[in-house]
């Protein structure tokens, strides 16, 4: 249900939008929470609604955010100033859903002036109904994350490091403080890959990994990630592949206070792949 809350204010010039907005939503299937103003005829600070519903939708990662002044820019610039706050200024139809798609804007930027009403009506439908794409984009949304003093967790093989763990353990790290990797034993490994797996043992894939910046603490585990996760108890749980966080979280069983982040499998690179490449040189079989 919180997913569809919409948080939405305005400053004076914004009233009458902001009002039909709301009608709108709620034909919709949204629950639009307006707080203010109600008045158009008496002069108000935009920054202080844009605070507002900044503060409300950064607190909330499931709400939404719609901000409505003249131009928009003033509130898109003070929105802007929060954490976890991506607020998006659109004045055109493709702006609308690319901000969503690429950016995953969780508050929309209007201006009652710039653009005619039923086309930010448009605008707003859009926004409201395109899906954030993830994969590429997590790695380069991550870089704006200020998230400090959050437990990220992560989990895999690493048997042989190569450059996409790298990735994906350097987007992790972005996101938070403490960054802790769960590493599957050998005998779990095996059991996965075949008997001729793990190239490396767990003790030396636990020290390559304890020695890289990013990772601050390695935990190897024979069968049961949920109760190494619970014992953790991270604030983020980054997950590679192709699946939706949605998918994930069913899958693994993974808390709803437990935020998902999803880092895309980086081409051509492989555990599997390298083994297969070393195989093929000509050094291989002498002896």
């Not at 710039?114 to 109904?129: A, I, P, Q, Y």
């Not at 996409?164 to 403490?178: C, I, N, T």
Request: aromatic share 6%; with cysteine.
């Amino acid at each position: 249900m919180n997913s569809k809350i919409v948080i939405i204010g305005a400053d004076h010039n914004g009233v009458e939008l902001k009002h039909t907005f709301c009608e709108k939503l709620k034909d919709w299937g949204f629950i639009p929470i307006d707080i203010g103003p109600y008045d158009k005829e008496h002069s108000v600070d935009y920054v202080d609604y844009a605070n507002q519903v900044s503060h409300i939708v950064g607190s909330n990662p499931e709400f939404r955010g719609v901000l409505i002044c003249g131009t928009g820019v003033g509130m898109s610039i003070a929105a802007n100033r929060f954490s976890k706050v991506r607020a998006a200024l659109v004045h055109n139809s493709k702006t609308a859903p690319k901000c969503r798609e690429h950016n995953d804007s969780n508050i929309l930027c209007l201006g009652s002036w710039v653009v005619e009403s039923k086309t930010n009506e448009d605008f707003l439908k859009t926004w409201l109904t395109e899906p954030y794409a993830e994969g590429r984009h997590n790695s380069r949304i991550a870089k704006l994350t200020d998230s400090p003093n959050k437990i990220i967790f992560t989990n895999g093989v690493f048997d042989i490091l190569h450059a996409g763990h790298l990735a994906l353990l350097q987007f992790s790290k972005r996101l938070g403080d403490k960054l802790v990797v769960a590493i599957n034993s050998d005998s779990s490994v095996r059991k996965l890959k075949g008997d001729n797996r793990p190239v490396n043992n767990e003790d030396n894939r636990k020290k390559l990994l304890e020695s890289l910046v990013e990772v601050d603490e390695v935990i190897i585990f024979d069968s049961d990630l949920e109760d190494v996760r619970n014992h953790i108890s991270p604030d983020v749980v980054v997950k590679g592949g192709e699946w939706t966080s949605e998918e994930v979280r069913v899958r693994d069983n993974i808390p709803d206070n437990i935020e998902i982040k999803l880092f895309p499998i980086v081409d051509d690179y492989s555990t599997t792949n390298t083994i297969k490449k070393i195989q093929g040189l000509d050094s291989w079989n002498k002896k």
